[in-house]
């Protein structure tokens, strides 16, 4: 399968613990998106890499959250003394420099 | 800024029959418009997008929608609902060119009744 993949699926953690997902985009898409959903809403954005450049970041995207790409492949996403409220569904999606992006299935965050 | 509203939280039909979802849209440029499906605890599958061209257009799983400029609409439509298609539809808008181009609505949840 050469769809977007996405690891961990689910991952529970404590208050205050740090978690980190990752993003394994379509080979040959050169855009990478990370997009944040939680219960009852659609997604919404958190931040955008263009080849290993980080080039936007949401107001959504606090000091505690920070995104990498370091070789333009996958990405991964860090969550520093996570808190309840960080609990939601992580989307990575991708895409080629113009047309559909394609999501992965998502990183499930449960913070206790 | 772009925005998506897509009025109805949730729909119940009957299996067999036809379905249309709302999407209304906010935008300044050309939109570029696009419907997604999510079964639970899943990530999002493109059903079908609108670039330019044929405003009605075509998806998979029977799927199809119609751009309205005049009405900023992008209904979904499908002729006669299959049980395997309850599940959450998103309906997003995107800008050409621009890198953060998407925006989604908050979703129509689908429910089929047999």
């Known amino acids: 399968d050469t769809g977007v993949s996405q690891n961990p699926r689910h991952k529970i953690t404590k208050r205050g613990q740090n978690v980190t997902f990752r993003c394994d985009p379509i080979?040959?898409?050169?855009?990478l998106y990370w997009y944040r959903q939680t219960l009852g809403q659609g997604p919404e954005f958190l931040t955008y890499?263009?080849?290993?450049?980080?080039?936007?970041k949401s107001r959504l995207l606090s000091d505690r959250f920070s995104a990498e790409r370091p070789k333009g492949s996958f990405s991964t996403l860090e969550i520093q003394r996570t808190e309840q409220g960080d609990s939601a569904m992580y989307l990575c999606?991708?895409?080629?420099?113009?047309?559909?992006?394609?999501f992965g299935p998502g990183t499930r965050l449960t913070v206790l | 800024a772009q925005s998506v509203t897509q009025p109805d939280i949730h729909i119940t039909v009957s299996e067999g029959a036809s379905l249309e979802l709302r999407c209304n849209y906010s935008?300044?440029?050309?939109?570029?418009l696009f419907w997604y499906v999510q079964s639970p605890g899943q990530g999002l599958q493109l059903l079908l997008k609108?670039?330019?061209?044929?405003?009605l257009v075509q998806g998979i799983k029977g799927f199809e929608a119609e751009f309205k400029r005049s009405q900023s609409s992008f209904n979904l439509r499908k002729p006669s609902v299959h049980w395997s298609d309850a599940a959450e539809y998103f309906c997003?808008?995107?800008?050409?060119?621009?890198?953060?181009?998407?925006?989604f609505g908050a979703g129509t949840r689908l429910t089929v009744k047999p």
């Open positions: 999606a991708s895409r080629a420099r113009v047309g559909t992006q394609y």
């Open positions: 080979s040959e898409h050169n855009r």
């Open positions: 890499f263009q080849n290993e450049a980080q080039l936007e």
């Open positions: 935008y300044g440029a050309t939109p570029y």
């Open positions: 609108y670039f330019s061209g044929d405003t």
């Open positions: 997003a808008v995107g800008e050409l060119g621009n890198n953060n181009d998407m925006r």
